[in-house]
């Protein structure tokens, strides 16, 4: 079955400090991987994918994330945090079955410090 | 234009009462879902419709019940609410056959039992 693994449920980062956000992900086939935000009582936006397309992802707001197969991993960063960066992120596969559906990791609280 | 909208995006109410959540999608997609968002962020797959056919159904108690009157609509009408119920549900979308595609969330429907 295919899974992903949100590491971290909290993360704290001072303002331009680089942010560290960790993904393993579990599967049998090549994995299609995103990272999505939520804002407070705001639905989940799409920072970026991964489609096998390239193995370093840029997304919006300055993010990217690199797929390490050797890894299983799809980390999120960013070179320097901003207050406005303070939200959940979330993780997920797409995977099989019958149409298709999204598989969201735990999420991790990011949290900007002044 | 709102691609994914939901309405109510807050409900409050008693318990054994039934309710509806409706959601529309302006996208064209033919794929549409209904997350559960528990109190600790987890977000779960409760339904999936695929052009008005239920594709996905992740063993959700039978007061749960999807209807989609065209590919562009998937309610929720939940009966007899519990105080389990409580929590923010999100109507999605994708488009069909595409597992590199992502989903487009709603903005959530915050529901609260008391």
């Known amino acids: 079955a295919q899974s992903v693994t949100q590491l971290g449920s909290h993360v704290s980062v001072s303002e331009g400090a680089l942010v560290l956000l960790r993904c393993n992900y579990s599967?049998?086939?090549?994995?299609?991987l995103f990272w999505y935000v939520q804002y407070p009582n705001q639905g989940l936006q799409l920072l970026l994918k991964?489609?096998?397309?390239?193995?370093l992802v840029k997304g919006i707001n300055g993010f990217e994330a690199e797929f390490k197969k050797s890894e299983t991993s799809f980390h999120l960063t960013k070179p320097s945090a901003h207050m406005s960066d303070a939200a959940e992120y979330f993780c997920?596969?797409?995977?099989?079955?019958?149409?298709?559906?999204?598989?969201f990791g735990t999420g991790t609280r990011l949290k900007v410090l002044a | 234009d709102t691609a994914v909208s939901q309405t109510p995006k807050y409900l409050v109410t008693q318990m054994g009462n039934d309710k509806s959540i409706k959601c529309e999608q302006n996208?064209?997609?033919?794929?549409m879902y209904w997350y559960k968002q528990d109190s600790k962020k987890f977000l779960k797959i409760m339904f999936s419709?695929?052009?008005?056919?239920?594709?996905i159904n992740e063993t959700v108690p039978n007061r749960f019940s999807p209807k989609s009157p065209d590919k562009a609509h998937l309610n929720l009408h939940i009966n007899s609410l519990e105080l389990g119920d409580s929590a923010v549900y999100f109507c999605?979308?994708?488009?069909?056959?595409?597992?590199?595609?992502?989903?487009?969330f709603g903005q959530g429907t915050r529901l609260t039992v008391v």
């Open positions: 999605a979308s994708s488009p069909p056959d595409d597992r590199r595609s992502e989903a487009f």
């Open positions: 599967s049998s086939v090549p994995p299609y």
């Open positions: 991964y489609t096998s397309a390239a193995t």
């Open positions: 997920a596969v797409s995977v099989a079955s019958g149409t298709y559906k999204y598989i």
């Open positions: 996208l064209g997609h033919d794929t």
């Open positions: 419709y695929n052009n008005k056919e239920l594709i």
